[in-house]
């Protein structure tokens, strides 16, 4: 059957010199099946197809073998518990060390390990780890994919900005001097101390006539402020705390509250400066009075009667962190609702968290952003806002 197919007349299949009878044509020859391989291949070449098609039988070659599946089990493994650490954050406790708030505070980190592990599957060439970080991925940007972009958009009717000027600060007039070049109508500054204080107010006062200092935190304005009070966040706590003169306690005071004038109708702004954290071997991250601080702070803006509310802070926490939901729940973050990226802002050197926040209630923020770095280990925040 064969020699008869390859004589057939018409078919202009001679065979050339040297070339044995019946391997001319493909039709004729026994082995009919690999010849039409060829035939095909060299048509998917002419259409542009034969990479698709070869790199689709690459995939069903490697994903169909085991070995690939059984690579990488560690890899594997991490990846998945990678994912589910991000999913469950909030239901890790704070019972031993506060291990629940630490995890929350630096929780976009644990994004870098995502390339880590991918790297690490490719070199393993493991198909299990590769699929695996699926679940991470998603969490993440389920959690942070928000961030990502430029939210924030041009027109404000009020720009604020707040400072942890640090009472280390070495130059506290050039600080100054930084912050008023900056433009913010309301300027909030903490961590300000008996020496440094003056020099603010002397600095200050040609940009911002009206100013309320009361104990560390003060506020600097372009527009008219009244009502300005401390407020109580228990930073002095205990059975000796009522027995401390009121000038002592007044020396010490970490928040204030004042109002504005807009020309929107007022504004009730608060500073605050709540308690520093601690990371020990014996107490684990030691937060107690943060939150504290942050709960009488709470208690206080729960019971605040203007619907227009602005918060500016070194918070000492993410607004990630559980410990700061009394506050969270009750106004939102300009960052995150307006900001481009993370806005870390502490330590100046590298930032790796954002603690100073500022946070909104009753207007709408259009703009936020970190400002250059000053004599502080903190860096400036800066917002618009539209009413």
């Given at each position: 059957?064969?020699?008869?197919?390859?004589?057939a007349?018409?078919t202009?299949a001679a065979?050339?010199p040297?070339t044995?009878?019946?391997?001319a044509?493909g039709?004729?020859?026994?082995?009919?099946?690999s010849?039409?391989t060829d035939t095909g291949?060299?048509?998917?070449?002419?259409?542009g197809?034969?990479?698709?098609?070869?790199?689709?039988?690459w995939v069903l070659?490697v994903g169909f073998?085991?070995?690939?599946?059984k690579?990488?089990p560690?890899?594997?493994?991490?990846a998945?518990?990678?994912?589910?650490?991000?999913m469950?954050h909030?239901?890790?406790?704070?019972?031993?060390g506060?291990?629940g708030?630490?995890?929350?505070?630096?929780?976009?980190?644990?994004g870098?390990?995502?390339?880590?592990?991918?790297?690490?599957?490719?070199?393993r060439?493991s198909?299990?780890?590769v699929?695996?970080?699926?679940l991470?991925v998603?969490?993440?940007?389920n959690?942070?994919?928000?961030?990502?972009?430029?939210k924030?958009h041009?027109?404000?009717?009020?720009t604020?900005?707040g400072h942890?000027?640090?009472?280390?600060?070495p130059?506290?007039?050039?600080?100054?001097?930084d912050?008023?070049?900056?433009?913010a109508d309301?300027l909030a500054?903490?961590e300000?101390d008996?020496?440094?204080t003056?020099t603010?107010?002397?600095?200050?006062a040609?940009a911002y006539?009206y100013?309320?200092?009361?104990?560390t935190?003060g506020?600097w304005s372009k527009?008219p402020?009244s009502d300005?009070?401390?407020v109580?966040?228990?930073?002095?706590y205990?059975?000796l705390?009522?027995t401390?003169?009121?000038?002592?306690?007044?020396?010490?005071?970490?928040?204030l509250?004042?109002t504005?004038?807009?020309?929107?109708?007022?504004?009730a702004?608060?500073?605050?400066h709540?308690g520093s954290?601690r990371v020990?071997?014996?107490?684990g991250?030691?937060t107690?009075?943060?939150?504290r601080n942050?709960?009488?702070?709470?208690?206080?803006?729960?019971a605040?009667?203007?619907?227009r509310?602005?918060?500016?802070?070194d918070?000492?926490?993410?607004?990630?962190?559980r410990?700061?939901?009394?506050?969270?729940?009750?106004?939102?973050s300009a960052?995150d609702?307006a900001g481009?990226?993370?806005g870390?802002?502490?330590?100046?050197?590298?930032?790796v968290a954002?603690?100073?926040?500022?946070?909104v209630r009753?207007?709408e923020?259009?703009?936020?952003?970190v400002l250059?770095?000053t004599?502080?280990?903190?860096l400036?925040?800066?917002?618009g806002?539209?009413?």
């Amino acid at each position: 059957m064969g020699t008869g197919t390859g004589a057939a007349p018409g078919t202009g299949a001679a065979p050339g010199p040297g070339t044995a009878p019946g391997t001319a044509t493909g039709t004729g020859s026994p082995t009919g099946t690999s010849t039409g391989t060829d035939t095909g291949t060299a048509a998917g070449h002419g259409t542009g197809a034969g990479p698709w098609r070869v790199g689709v039988r690459w995939v069903l070659r490697v994903g169909f073998r085991p070995e690939p599946w059984k690579r990488g089990p560690l890899l594997a493994a991490s990846a998945l518990l990678l994912g589910l650490l991000m999913m469950v954050h909030s239901s890790i406790p704070n019972r031993v060390g506060n291990l629940g708030s630490l995890t929350e505070t630096f929780l976009p980190w644990f994004g870098v390990f995502i390339p880590l592990l991918l790297a690490g599957a490719l070199w393993r060439r493991s198909a299990a780890a590769v699929v695996a970080l699926l679940l991470p991925v998603t969490v993440w940007l389920n959690l942070f994919g928000g961030l990502l972009g430029d939210k924030s958009h041009a027109g404000s009717d009020l720009t604020l900005a707040g400072h942890n000027v640090s009472a280390d600060n070495p130059d506290p007039a050039g600080t100054a001097r930084d912050l008023a070049a900056s433009g913010a109508d309301v300027l909030a500054l903490e961590e300000l101390d008996d020496q440094a204080t003056g020099t603010y107010e002397k600095e200050l006062a040609k940009a911002y006539p009206y100013r309320t200092v009361q104990g560390t935190v003060g506020l600097w304005s372009k527009l008219p402020l009244s009502d300005s009070r401390p407020v109580e966040i228990e930073t002095d706590y205990g059975p000796l705390a009522a027995t401390k003169p009121a000038d002592v306690r007044m020396a010490g005071n970490r928040a204030l509250r004042t109002t504005v004038a807009t020309d929107h109708g007022p504004l009730a702004v608060y500073v605050a400066h709540l308690g520093s954290v601690r990371v020990n071997p014996r107490s684990g991250f030691w937060t107690g009075t943060r939150d504290r601080n942050a709960q009488a702070l709470g208690r206080a803006l729960a019971a605040e009667r203007n619907n227009r509310v602005v918060l500016l802070g070194d918070l000492n926490g993410t607004t990630d962190d559980r410990a700061l939901a009394g506050l969270t729940s009750k106004l939102h973050s300009a960052q995150d609702t307006a900001g481009d990226g993370f806005g870390f802002t502490w330590p100046a050197k590298f930032p790796v968290a954002r603690i100073d926040q500022i946070l909104v209630r009753g207007v709408e923020p259009d703009s936020s952003w970190v400002l250059p770095a000053t004599g502080s280990d903190h860096l400036p925040v800066a917002a618009g806002i539209s009413f």
